[in-house]
């Protein structure tokens, strides 16, 4: 009988009904608890609660994957303390490591791939694995749509759930670093604002797709504790990478070119950027076009603007669907020449190289076919769980243990979708 092991998962009940699909296929399931709302979603044969420091971790994962001869370990996110030694142990130990993440292409996908994600990922992403691809025909099956109220829902009984057993998890470290406390009014913060900026810029819209049309670059912002930021970029924060395209655009950007900075919903009632957004343009003499927002309609904004920046966000895909010049200031897997700007961020604003989008065609194909779940962590659960197990299953059914391929090569354990 293969073994799997699960981590901490996106907020809701999705790696419980992996965990139960699977266990019904014959898989001996495991789930690793490291507060009390891992505990509360969590669901597997035999569930443990680590309750020791970070320091101890290591020697924790690699004892209990050797002796419940584990074949696979399944995590949401790769960048997390826990899950970046789980992945070098799993790798040490020839323990098959499946991440999943937000799909790269939204809102209507899940990303899962083997050992790594995003800048870590390792799907061969080279021009010439992309040109070799033969598709298989596959077609998105469902839209998915909005899931802001699903997550508000598994976030408070996520925190909540956290902070009544908090006495059990005593050394447990939120990768966020915020109390509960702070989580929870910051959720309530986010209510509210998004309810007053839908009256405040309701007037920005329609004039960014109609006299701005073609005149303005979009900067989307990532969220503040994001790991793009912090893991596959050399920035040091959000507020340096807003200085830096402010600084740019300013001495580089047509005088009749505008800046929107569109804030990032997940973090809307966590951070403001306002203020220093105001100076910074007050500072370089562009405060009446530099264009600050929030809840704008995203493929509004990318029909009409004239380019993209972004540090490594998945917009960035978006924009390319859109066929607007991208450029990007940190590391991703979509990076390539002929998608995007190949010279520095100064040079964008004055002859930004096109996007080629037989190319993208070509490249989102491959990119769906190999790292997409159809489906969502938050609404159409079922539909994602489908997908995952068909993609799981030939690899840990067998109750083999698979190497992970070297950096840059493509994988092995691609295939079952």
Same mark, same amino acid.
């Given at each position: ?10 907020? +809701? ?15 001996? $399931? ?6 009390? +709302? ?19 971790? /290591? ?67 080279? &021009? ?11 077609? /998105? ?5 909005? $899931? %802001?109220?699903?997550? $508000? ?13 908090? +006495? ?47 005149? %303005? ?24 990478? @807003? ?32 203020? &220093? ?39 960035? @895909? ?35 190289? /096109? ?15 190999? $790292? ?19 993609? @799981?299953? /030939? ?20 295939? +079952?979708?």
């Amino acid at each position: 009988m293969s073994s799997v092991v699960f981590l901490q998962g996106p907020l +809701g009940p999705f790696f419980a009904k992996l965990a139960r699909r699977l266990a019904r296929q014959g898989t001996e $399931t495991h789930k690793i608890n490291f507060n009390g +709302g891992d505990r509360h979603f969590g669901w597997a044969d035999h569930q443990v609660d680590y309750t020791g420091q970070y320091r101890d971790w /290591p020697s924790f994962i690699r004892a209990y994957l050797i002796e419940h001869r584990i074949n696979a370990v399944f995590v949401y996110g790769d960048c997390r303390y826990y899950h970046r030694v789980a992945g070098q142990v799993c790798e040490e130990l020839g323990v098959a490591f499946g991440v999943f993440e937000e799909g790269y292409l939204r809102p209507d996908f899940v990303t899962f791939e083997w050992y790594g994600v995003n800048a870590n990922s390792r799907t061969d992403w080279s &021009l010439s694995a992309i040109d070799s691809f033969e598709p298989r025909g596959r077609q /998105p099956s469902l839209e998915v749509g909005l $899931t %802001f109220w699903q997550r $508000t829902k598994y976030a408070c009984r996520y925190y909540l759930f956290t902070r009544f057993a908090q +006495g059990k998890f005593p050394h447990y470290q939120h990768h966020r670093g915020r109390s509960w406390v702070a989580e929870g009014l910051c959720w309530l913060r986010s209510f509210y604002r998004k309810g007053l900026y839908k009256l405040t810029e309701r007037s920005i819209l329609p004039r960014l797709a109609g006299e701005l049309s073609g005149r %303005f670059y979009l900067l989307p912002l990532q969220t503040r504790d994001d790991f793009q930021l912090r893991t596959h970029s050399d920035l040091l924060s959000i507020e340096h990478s @807003i200085d830096q395209v402010i600084s740019s655009f300013a001495a580089n950007a047509d005088a009749s070119d505008y800046l929107v900075i569109k804030h990032h919903p997940m973090d809307r009632g966590f951070c403001h950027y306002g203020r &220093l957004i105001r100076t910074l343009a007050v500072q370089q003499n562009v405060e009446k076009r530099v264009i600050y927002c929030h809840d704008l309609h995203l493929p509004t904004l990318l029909d009409h603007a004239k380019g993209l920046v972004t540090i490594n966000s998945t917009v960035g @895909i978006s924009a390319l669907l859109h066929r607007v010049p991208t450029k990007l200031i940190g590391r991703a897997l979509y990076d390539l020449p002929g998608l995007t700007h190949r010279g520095d961020l100064d040079s964008f604003w004055r002859d930004a190289d /096109p996007v080629d989008f037989r190319l993208f065609r070509r490249f989102r194909q491959y990119l769906y076919e190999l $790292t997409q779940l159809d489906g969502s962590f938050f609404k159409q659960v079922g539909h994602a769980v489908d997908a995952a197990t068909m993609r @799981i299953l /030939p690899v840990v059914g067998s109750g083999r243990r698979v190497a992970a391929p070297a950096a840059g090569a493509a994988s092995p354990l691609h295939g +079952g979708l």
